[in-house]
């Protein structure tokens, strides 16, 4: 008998039917960091790395409403599948959705989502010679117990490696983090939660 | 894509009226010799309970020494599974013991420290106990999804006689009052090494 999965659901757009759209938020993200003054950081480490505001869903862009319908979908379709019943619609929830750009060395310390129903995250650009583990999104086993297990030297964990146009939703208080890469390039990702009662 | 999820191992014991009328005979002989001894012992509570001593697989008995063998090979069969085998029959420590729960009693929420392995089963239920009553339930280990709004509830376990259940010791369970006339009765174990 199994109890207690976590459910992690994947998702997928064309990486290159999008390519657009993908440029366009990172052309904006690129904008505001030119204007940032510095803000909260959250998990997000490296003196190169960038953390957006988390607005991304509420410009008055085109690529903005897009970003809030697929997002909304997205939990929509794992919220229906694990909860078995439907989540409020769009106008209804509200959805916090920020850039991270992570350069070389750029990483994401352990966190969760406080006080958020749904979450997840969609690469939108992966460095071409990024190797996993470098750059890997990890999930941390949720069972604290689990380590009382005399065979765990360490909680066990489930590492995704990031592929332009992918995403995966899953529930908020999943902790997580990123692994540092140290090849040249970007890895941006769009990351969002979803809340309502 | 189900992350982290917790295994248990369900059994059907076969042929054990014997041995299940000696356990429990030798456990009511034990609680009529201490009369006002164990009611409260752990977890249990309960005017109407009693908590055996945890020697039943060491003692010189032939039922116990089945009991001892039963424990071992269903708890070996789960260690096998989870891929961390536990050592030969000798080198493991076994405590046993056995859980009498009459009408109002109960198990709080506990786990058992210091164990690698623990498990149950059912020797009896009173008859036509509803059912969310007298249950096993194992609370979420996952703590994040313990204090979201969306929790889950427990996992709950009818429990049958023949029936049992070998689980991490970690787990967090409990269980739950039963208000029939008879008495609920369950040996359970832990095994360490």
């Known amino acids: 008998m199994i109890i207690f999965p976590t459910e992690v659901e994947f998702f997928g757009v064309n990486p290159e039917k999008n390519m657009p759209f993908f440029n366009e938020v990172i052309d904006y993200l690129y904008e505001e960091e030119k204007e940032s003054t510095g803000g909260r950081k959250y998990s997000i480490r490296g003196d190169n790395s960038y953390h957006s505001k988390d607005i991304l869903c509420k410009l008055d862009f085109d690529w903005s409403r897009m970003l809030a319908g697929l997002i909304w979908q997205s939990s929509s379709n794992y919220f229906m599948k694990y909860h078995g019943r439907p989540m409020p619609s769009l106008e209804s929830c509200n959805i916090t959705c920020w850039g991270m750009i992570m350069r070389t060395g750029g990483s994401s310390a352990v966190h969760c989502h406080p006080h958020s129903n749904v979450s997840g995250v969609l690469w939108i650009k992966v460095p071409p010679e990024l190797k996993s583990p470098e750059g890997d999104f990890v999930f941390i086993d949720p069972r604290p117990r689990a380590l009382l297990d005399k065979n765990a030297l360490f909680l066990e964990k489930h590492s995704i490696f990031p592929k332009t146009g992918s995403g995966i939703v899953f529930p908020s208080w999943m902790d997580h983090y990123v692994e540092p890469h140290h090849c040249e390039g970007e890895r941006i990702s769009i990351a969002w939660n979803v809340d309502f009662f | ?193």
């Not at chain 2, 309960?46 to 032939?62: A, C, I, K, T």
């Not at chain 2, 009498?100 to 623990?118: I, N, T």
């Not at chain 2, 010791?169 to 090494?193: A, D, K, L, T």
Request: aromatic share 12%; with cysteine; charged share 20%.
């Open chain 2, 1 to 193: 894509m189900e992350l982290f999820a917790t295994h248990v191992h369900t059994v059907e014991l076969k042929d054990t009226e014997t041995l299940f009328d000696d356990i429990i005979a030798h456990v009511k002989n034990e609680r009529d010799t201490n009369p006002n001894e164990n009611r409260h012992m752990y977890s249990l509570n309960g005017e109407d309970s009693y908590h055996s001593r945890d020697n039943l697989v060491n003692l010189d008995y032939e039922w116990s020494k089945m009991l001892r063998s039963l424990v071992y090979k269903i708890s070996s069969d789960f260690a096998e599974y989870e891929g961390t085998p536990i050592p030969k029959y000798e080198d493991v420590d076994i405590n046993c013991w056995c859980m009498v729960m009459g009408r109002g009693s109960f198990s709080m929420s506990h786990s058992h420290p210091g164990a690698e392995y623990s498990g149950v089963f059912w020797l009896q239920t009173p008859e036509n106990m509803p059912g969310n009553q007298g249950n096993f339930v194992f609370q979420d280990p996952r703590m994040g999804a313990r204090y979201s709004i969306h929790k889950p509830e427990g996992t709950a376990i009818k429990p049958i006689p023949s029936n049992g259940i070998v689980f991490w010791s970690w787990m967090e369970h409990f269980v739950q009052p039963h208000y029939c006339e008879g008495e609920r009765i369950s040996v359970s174990w832990n095994i360490n090494f």
